[in-house]
Nanobody
């Protein structure tokens, strides 16, 4: 089992920045890909960004150029640097760890961007 704990959310004005962190514990050897998803009220959960264990990244079109995902494998920690935030980025952000039989989710951290 892999446990994930997110941190770093909060309230920020449009144009501001936040950095989310997600720390994994437990059977971290099983993790291949780590990702950030988000879910706004009344909407489906969507992929924001992912990073593989060799550093390959993928971003949603809506965040490309503004968000950066990074990973410290030695710490099994993944970060999401969010710049130029927009009100439409408001959502609960969830960390996901995937690999082998592992498909774990954190509890999420709320990001609210005011206009």
């Amino acid at each position: 089992q892999v446990q994930l704990v997110e941190s770093g959310g909060g309230l920020v004005q449009a144009g501001g920045s936040l950095r989310l962190s997600c720390e994994a514990s437990g059977s971290i050897f099983s993790i291949n890909t780590m990702a950030w998803y988000r879910q706004a009220p009344g909407k489906q959960r969507e992929l924001v960004a992912l990073i593989t264990n060799v550093g390959i990244t993928t971003y949603a079109l809506s965040v490309k150029g503004r968000f950066t995902i990074s990973r410290v494998n030695a710490k099994s920690t993944v970060y999401l640097q969010m710049n130029s935030l927009k009100p439409e980025d408001t959502a609960r952000y969830y960390c996901n760890a995937l690999g082998g039989a592992t498909n774990s989710w954190g509890q999420g951290t709320q990001v609210t961007v005011s206009s």
